[in-house]
């Protein structure tokens, strides 16, 4: 067994999955914004918050840059 404590086994492997999802979204969109194609600033987003009922999927991310984020807000 390891001696590693269970709750930080807990944020480790969310932080796994977490890196996978953007590494996966960044991915799907070539690393470009989704909505000017740019590559500047670029950060992934929740389409509809998982709070308001949104899917923890690829599907349900976006990777987009600031000046894009700020528009549709």
Do not use: F, W
């Not at 390891?2 to 944020?11: A, K, M, Q, R």
């Not at 690393?31 to 599907?59: E, F, H, I, M, W």
Request: hydrophobic share 35%.
């Amino acid at each position: 067994m390891t001696d590693i404590p269970h709750d930080e086994i807990v944020v480790a492997r969310a932080q796994t999955a977490q890196s996978t999802m953007e590494s996966m979204v960044r991915t799907k969109y070539r690393n470009l914004c989704a909505g000017c194609g740019g590559d500047d600033k670029l950060a992934v987003q929740q389409v509809v918050p998982t709070s308001a009922g949104g899917l923890d999927s690829v599907d349900n991310h976006i990777l987009i840059c600031r000046p894009c984020s700020l528009s549709i807000q």
